[in-house]
């Protein structure tokens, strides 16, 4: 059975989200989240169609991630 908000006791399912809005969230260009998964800094969580769909806190983690990497090069 589901997870749901109204479900207490229960932790809410991870919303997932595609990758135009993955990319605004973490102030970043669609292209940036597509190359970070392809670098194999972020995986997607799951698929709509053709568009791959992220958690939220996974984008912010490969963001930190691509951020030390920045500041050490």
Same mark, same amino acid.
């Given at each position: 059975?589901?997870?749901?908000?109204?479900?207490? &006791?229960?932790?809410?399912?991870? %919303?997932?989200?595609? &990758?135009?809005? %993955?990319?605004?969230?973490?102030? #970043?260009?669609?292209?940036?989240? @597509?190359?970070? #998964?392809?670098? &194999?800094?972020? +995986?997607?969580? &799951? +698929?709509?169609? +053709?568009?791959?769909?992220? +958690?939220? $806190?996974? #984008?912010?983690? %490969? $963001? /930190?991630? %691509? @951020? /030390? /990497?920045?500041?050490?090069?």
């Amino acid at each position: 059975m589901l997870s749901s908000p109204a479900m207490p &006791g229960l932790p809410p399912l991870p %919303a997932l989200i595609p &990758g135009p809005l %993955a990319a605004e969230e973490a102030g #970043v260009a669609p292209a940036t989240i @597509r190359k970070w #998964v392809q670098l &194999g800094h972020l +995986r997607a969580a &799951g +698929r709509a169609g +053709r568009a791959q769909l992220f +958690r939220l $806190e996974d #984008v912010f983690a %490969a $963001e /930190r991630l %691509a @951020r /030390r /990497r920045t500041r050490t090069a």
